[in-house]
C-alpha cells in the first residue's frame, strides 16, 4: 500500500477513535449526521484498490454495525475521478441517501 493511502487511512482511523470517545445512545442521534464521514468511491478510479477497500470496511464495521458507524461508503462503478460529472445522478442519489441534502 502506498504511502497517500496509509496516511488517508491514518486520518479515517483519527476520525472514528475521536467520534467513539463520547459515545452514548442519547448523543447517537445527533453524531449519526455530524460526526459522520460519507466517503464516496468512483469505481474506475485505480487508486481504490482491494487492500484499501479492505481496510476502509475493517474501520467501517469497528465497534458499532455499518450502519451506526461514522464512515458510510458508497461506490459509483461508472465514475472516474470526477464523480460529479461522470455519474451526476448517482451522485445526487448518495448525498439524498446519506441525509446530505
Given at each position: 500500500?502506498?504511502?497517500?493511502?496509509?496516511?488517508?487511512?491514518?486520518?479515517?482511523?483519527?476520525?472514528?477513535?475521536?467520534?467513539?470517545?463520547?459515545?452514548?445512545?442519547?448523543?447517537m442521534?445527533?453524531?449519526?449526521?455530524?460526526?459522520?464521514?460519507?466517503?464516496?468511491?468512483?469505481?474506475?478510479?485505480?487508486?481504490?484498490?482491494?487492500?484499501?477497500?479492505?481496510?476502509?470496511?475493517?474501520?467501517?464495521?469497528?465497534?458499532?454495525?455499518?450502519e451506526?458507524s461514522?464512515?458510510?461508503?458508497?461506490?459509483?462503478?461508472?465514475?472516474?475521478?470526477?464523480?460529479?460529472?461522470?455519474?451526476?445522478?448517482?451522485?445526487?442519489?448518495?448525498?439524498?441517501?446519506?441525509?446530505?441534502?
Amino acid at each position: 500500500m502506498n504511502l497517500e493511502s496509509r496516511i488517508f487511512l491514518g486520518m479515517i482511523r483519527d476520525v472514528g477513535k475521536i467520534h467513539h470517545l463520547d459515545y452514548d445512545k442519547e448523543s447517537m442521534e445527533k453524531e449519526k449526521k455530524n460526526g459522520r464521514i460519507n466517503l464516496v468511491m468512483a469505481g474506475k478510479n485505480p487508486s481504490w484498490t482491494e487492500d484499501l477497500k479492505k481496510e476502509l470496511e475493517l474501520i467501517q464495521s469497528d465497534l458499532v454495525s455499518k450502519e451506526e458507524s461514522f464512515l458510510q461508503m458508497y461506490k459509483l462503478p461508472e465514475a472516474g475521478h470526477w464523480v460529479h460529472v461522470d455519474d451526476l445522478e448517482g451522485l445526487i442519489q448518495v448525498i439524498e441517501k446519506g441525509g446530505l441534502h
